[in-house]
C-alpha cells in the first residue's frame, strides 16, 4: 500500500494498482478511512421529527376513537374502513397502527377466551387388571416396502406385557416360524 500511495501523485492510480495487483477500492480505503465523529452519531441517534408527523391531539383523537365502545374489539383496519364510510379522516390505515405500537397496544383487541389448563390424565392401578395400556409400533421389514406391526398389551399394576401380536403385509412361500399355513399372521402370549 505504501509504494502505491507512494506512485499515486505521479499519473494515475489504475496503472499502479494494476501492476501491484491490488484492487482500486482498496488502495481508496486505505488512503482514506472512514472517520465518524461524535457529531454525525449524535444527529443520526436524536431522531428528527418530520414536520408531517401527527400532533398530540390528532394522536389522541385515534386513540379515543380506538377505545370507543364501538371499536374496542375491532381491529384498525375495521375501525378505518368504518369511519372512512361515514365520511371521517383521522389518518392512514398504518398510521392507526403506528399510533396503538407507539402505546404498547399492538395485541389482540378482542375479547378472548380463557380455556382452563389441561391436567394430564394419570393412571393408578391399585390391584392387577384395574388398568391395561396397549400400544402399536411400526417395524421394518426384511426388504423395501415391507412392514411389520408389533401389537402389544400391557397390565399397569404388574407392569409386564400379556400379549403381543405381529402382523406383517408380505407375500410369503413359506411360513413363519410356529405357523402352519401360509397366512400373515403370527401371535405369541
Known amino acids: 500500500m505504501e509504494l502505491a500511495t507512494s506512485l499515486a501523485p505521479t499519473g494515475s492510480i489504475d496503472p499502479v494498482c494494476r ?20 457529531e454525525e452519531l449524535s444527529s443520526v441517534e436524536s431522531g428528527r421529527v418530520s414536520p ?7 394522536r389522541q383523537a ?6 370507543s365502545p364501538r371499536f374496542q374489539d375491532r381491529s384498525p383496519t375495521e375501525a378505518y374502513a368504518t369511519l372512512l364510510d361515514e365520511g371521517i379522516y383521522l389518518g392512514s390505515e398504518r398510521t392507526f397502527y403506528r399510533v396503538l405500537v407507539a402505546e404498547g397496544e399492538t395485541t389482540e383487541r378482542r375479547n378472548q377466551l380463557t380455556h382452563p389448563t389441561y391436567h394430564k390424565p394419570e393412571l393408578l392401578a391399585t390391584r392387577p ?13 426384511p426388504t423395501k416396502w415391507t412392514y411389520y406391526c408389533l401389537y402389544g398389551a400391557i397390565r399397569c399394576f404388574e407392569r409386564r406385557s400379556i ?20 397366512s400373515t399372521t403370527a401371535c405369541s402370549t
Open 163 to 182: 400379549s403381543r401380536m405381529r402382523r406383517g403385509w408380505l407375500p410369503r412361500t413359506t411360513p413363519m416360524r410356529g405357523e402352519t399355513d401360509h
Open 62 to 67: 385515534i386513540l379515543d376513537v380506538l377505545h
Open 129 to 141: 387388571n384395574e388398568v391395561w395400556s396397549w400400544d402399536i409400533t411400526k417395524l421394518l421389514g
Open 19 to 38: 501492476a501491484l495487483g491490488i484492487p482500486r477500492a482498496s488502495f481508496y480505503r486505505h488512503v482514506r478511512p472512514v472517520t465518524t465523529t461524535a
Open 52 to 58: 408531517r408527523a401527527l400532533g398530540c391531539d390528532e
